[in-house]
């Protein structure tokens, strides 16, 4: 029975989550403003997996779709 758990795929393709190293602006109640790669961009909070602030910069995890780049 739990071979057919391990090769279960799913029926949608699966969207890669990403970590990428921002600087915060601005936030407010539903996003967060941050500034990447020369541009300003606002994330929306129910994006935002998970949030790290490791050697002085934060890092947020994130679908690589968010971005739009």
């Known amino acids: 029975m739990f071979w057919f758990f391990y090769n279960y ?3 949608y393709p699966y969207q890669k989550k ?3 190293k921002i600087r915060f602006l601005h936030e407010t109640n539903k996003a967060i ?3 990447r790669n020369d541009k300003r961009v606002w994330i929306p909070k129910s994006q935002v ?4 602030l ?3 910069a934060f890092k947020i995890h994130i679908k690589e779709s968010t971005l739009d780049d």
């Open 54 to 56: 490791k050697k002085g």
């Open 9 to 11: 795929h799913p029926k």
């Open 49 to 52: 997996y998970k949030i790290k």
């Open 18 to 20: 990403i970590w990428i």
């Open 33 to 35: 403003l941050v500034y």
